[in-house]
């Protein structure tokens, strides 16, 4: 059984920074990419960043490129996604995700195991 639990949302101005962690349990977690995605209020989910199981490779929605990354520490199994310049419509519920598969991924339905999810608002 794998538990991914999401910390470090919260409430911060336009331009400012967050920190997001995800802590993983489970012996597999070096075994698997890694991916953050994000829900607005009435939007569907979408994928915002993911990382290779090495941390070799990551990849970005446009949306983000440049201002999000994510990374990880696979002894500490742990992911994180540090958010730089943040704009107000990054304001959504920010979930980590465990993939099916070693490589990245952007699609949804590739990942299995899905965190509770922790709120991140960006005020103008």
């Known amino acids: 059984q794998v538990q991914l639990v999401e910390s470090g949302g919260g409430l911060v101005q336009a331009g400012g920074s967050l920190r997001l962690s995800c802590a993983a349990s489970g012996r597999t977690f070096s075994s698997y990419a890694m991916g953050w995605f994000r829900q607005a209020a009435g939007k569907e989910r979408e994928f915002v960043a993911t990382?290779?199981?090495?941390?070799?490779?990551?990849y970005y929605a446009d949306s983000v490129k440049g201002r999000f990354t994510i990374s990880r520490d696979n002894a500490k199994k742990t992911v994180s996604l540090q958010m730089n310049s943040l704009k107000p419509e990054d304001t959504a519920v920010y979930y980590c995700?465990?993939?099916?598969?070693?490589?990245?991924?952007?699609?949804?339905?590739?990942?299995?195991?899905w965190g509770q999810g922790t709120q991140v608002t960006v005020s103008s």
């Open positions: 990382i290779k199981w090495s941390g070799g490779s990551t």
């Open positions: 995700a465990r993939s099916k598969y070693s490589s990245i991924s952007s699609r949804e339905s590739e990942y299995d195991y």
